[in-house]
């Protein structure tokens, strides 16, 4: 590598790592928005039942907390929602470029290949086919990894989701 795909790789390389923070500051900029909702949620409800117990009026009051607690947890699924969104972009846009590295690695390999082919003909061509079936073994490998984790992780909220509502559902019955 000479010096001047040595300086073209190296300003690639910068402008990559300059959109991916640029990514990571926009996934914490909607992840601090979502969180700043919470807390505004969080200082009315606090407010109100300062306001209630105040005027000693113990039955607002306690309907107030019922109240809270069951949005607190529509708000907490929903945040939670809105968090795996941020978070599923953010590992998506992440799993795409290292797929397009991979194609790059991949491309660059066949073309070392048939330039050796070219050089040694008679074990070029079986060294070609291997790699080649390596190369493609482990792009297909790759994409499934993404695919059961991505089934997995949607498993995982599909559970949680369920226990949740398990977990509504007996405090309902025990009211």
Not at 27 to 39: D, G, I, R, V
Not at 102 to 113: D, F, G, I, Q
Request: charged share 40%; proline share 1%; aromatic share 4%.
């Amino acid at each position: 590598m000479d010096a001047k795909e040595l300086q073209k790789w190296q300003r690639e390389k910068a402008k990559e790592l300059f959109d991916y923070s640029h990514t990571l500051l926009e996934a914490a900029k909607k992840l601090s928005e979502h969180h700043m909702a919470e807390m505004e949620w969080g200082m009315k409800n606090a407010l109100e039942s300062a306001k209630s117990a105040a005027k000693n009026d113990l039955a607002k009051l306690k309907d107030l907390q019922e109240e809270a607690a069951k949005e607190a947890t529509k708000r907490a699924a929903t945040y939670q929602k809105k968090v795996k969104s941020v978070l599923k972009d953010l590992g998506d846009s992440a799993a795409d470029e290292t797929e397009k590295h991979l194609e790059k690695v991949r491309a660059s390999l066949v073309t070392w290949l048939e330039e050796a082919e070219n050089k040694m003909p008679v074990q070029a061509e079986k060294l070609s086919k291997v790699v080649h079936e390596m190369s493609t073994t482990g792009q297909k490998m790759f994409k499934e990894g993404r695919r059961i984790v991505n089934e997995v992780a949607d498993t995982a909220e599909k559970n949680i989701d369920e226990m949740v509502k398990k977990s509504s559902g007996s405090k309902k019955k025990s009211d």
